[in-house]
């Protein structure tokens, strides 16, 4: 069954409990016993001896889905009373012989049992529709919470982001200048991060879009002036947050530490980055630029740059397989499980 059909059978099915012990349901009622008397009275002269309740069963059953219990209960009554005094022989009189005794007991037996069976249904289908929106209140809550956590992050982030800045001002020595810089950059960056990756509704951007926003964030940020170019190429799909924000920034520290060597003495450079969804279930990232390439030599297991070192325990963290190499350029691969 399709997500659609059960949103259609849940509203209908709701839609007759609301018309349950209501004016609705007692008119429903009164209307199904009319007919199935005046079809029983039609068809005496046709339907051979032995079907007095023949018609009336229809008409409980069905008051009792419309109009619940009560109504279900009324004309299960009415139809016995009619059943006996005008269908059941002697006719006209509610004379009772073992035949009629006998008749009667298991038509109520049946509906007893029906109706017992149609009020207990109902009660539990109103119970578990209960649970179901007790469910999405506390699903609602927990996205509200989760989002105002998501804004409170990326607003605590910003705030240390900039004293940082405000610190680097006030200290002479260049490397620690350089280091509190470094240090306020990323945690923008992450701030950004937790930003992007939800929109003010709670939902997730996909994560190819947001790829494409971050990397022209970075490249904006590091003051090349437009001379390095961002191309991103992604199949459209979505990662946990779990994975989505180690993810983003490795890419972080890959593309800033392709600013900041790559390009050096060149007027133009590009940075490439290809998103694609494997067979297995995985998911390749790859990032490559066109410039000067990896010093001679370079291992990533003995990298020295912090920013490096940051993105190969990222990748520990969400079992990615992390590498670079030299490819007409630096070439980094980044493969992991999507899940």
């Given at each position: 069954?399709?997500?659609?059909?059960?949103?259609?059978?849940?509203?209908?099915?709701?839609?007759?409990?609301?018309?349950?012990?209501?004016?609705?349901?007692?008119?429903?009622?009164?209307?199904?016993?009319?007919?199935?008397?005046?079809?029983?009275?039609?068809?005496?002269?046709?339907?051979?001896?032995?079907?007095?309740?023949?018609?009336?069963?229809?008409?409980?059953?069905?008051?009792?889905?419309?109009?619940?219990?009560?109504?279900?209960?009324?004309?299960?009554?009415?139809?016995?009373?009619?059943?006996?005094?005008?269908?059941?022989?002697?006719?006209?009189?509610?004379?009772?012989?073992?035949?009629?005794?006998?008749?009667?007991?298991?038509?109520?037996?049946?509906?007893?049992?029906?109706?017992?069976?149609?009020?207990?249904?109902?009660?539990?289908?109103?119970?578990?529709?209960?649970?179901?929106?007790?469910?999405?209140?506390?699903?609602?809550?927990?996205?509200?919470?989760?989002?105002?956590?998501?804004?409170?992050?990326?607003?605590?982030?910003?705030?240390?982001?900039?004293?940082?800045?405000?610190?680097?001002?006030?200290?002479?020595?260049?490397?620690?200048?350089?280091?509190?810089?470094?240090?306020?950059?990323?945690?923008?960056?992450?701030?950004?991060?937790?930003?992007?990756?939800?929109?003010?509704?709670?939902?997730?951007?996909?994560?190819?879009?947001?790829?494409?926003?971050?990397?022209?964030?970075?490249?904006?940020?590091?003051?090349?002036?437009?001379?390095?170019?961002?191309?991103?190429?992604?199949?459209?799909?979505?990662?946990?947050?779990?994975?989505?924000?180690?993810?983003?920034?490795?890419?972080?520290?890959?593309?800033?530490?392709?600013?900041?060597?790559?390009?050096?003495?060149?007027?133009r450079g590009t940075i490439s980055i290809d998103l694609r969804r494997e067979a297995d279930e995985g998911v390749l990232l790859t990032i490559a630029d066109d410039g000067k390439g990896l010093p001679e030599g370079f291992e990533l297991r003995q990298a020295r740059s912090l920013g490096l070192v940051v993105a190969q325990r990222?990748?520990?963290?969400?079992?990615?397989?992390?590498?670079?190499?030299?490819?007409?350029?630096?070439?980094?691969?980044?493969?992991?499980?999507?899940?």
């Open positions: 069954m399709t997500e659609t059909s059960e949103r259609a059978e849940r509203s209908f099915l709701r839609r007759l409990l609301d018309t349950h012990g209501t004016k609705l349901g007692w008119g429903f009622g009164v209307v199904a016993f009319a007919v199935a008397f005046l079809l029983r009275d039609i068809l005496d002269g046709t339907l051979p001896p032995g079907y007095p309740f023949l018609t009336f069963f229809p008409a409980v059953i069905l008051t009792a889905f419309v109009g619940g219990l009560a109504p279900g209960i009324a004309v299960a009554v009415l139809s016995t009373i009619a059943s006996w005094y005008f269908f059941i022989p002697p006719f006209d009189t509610f004379a009772i012989t073992d035949a009629t005794a006998l008749a009667l007991g298991f038509f109520v037996v049946i509906m007893t049992v029906d109706l017992a069976v149609i009020h207990y249904m109902f009660r539990s289908m109103g119970a578990l529709e209960s649970e179901r929106q007790k469910s999405r209140e506390l699903a609602r809550s927990r996205d509200l919470m989760f989002e105002e956590m998501q804004h409170r992050i990326s607003n605590n982030l910003a705030v240390v982001s900039a004293l940082l800045r405000m610190q680097r001002n006030s200290v002479d020595d260049e490397g620690a200048r350089k280091a509190l810089d470094e240090a306020a950059t990323r945690l923008a960056l992450i701030g950004n991060i937790h930003r992007k990756l939800h929109d003010p509704n709670g939902q997730q951007l996909p994560f190819g879009t947001f790829i494409k926003e971050l990397c022209h964030d970075i490249v904006d940020a590091s003051g090349t002036g437009g001379k390095v170019v961002c191309m991103v190429e992604a199949d459209e799909l979505f990662l946990s947050a779990e994975r989505a924000v180690p993810v983003g920034l490795i890419l972080t520290e890959v593309v800033s530490n392709a600013l900041e060597h790559a390009f050096e003495g060149r007027e990222f990748a520990e963290q969400i079992g990615a397989v992390f590498s670079m190499e030299n490819r007409n350029g630096a070439f980094t691969r980044l493969r992991f499980a999507n899940g």
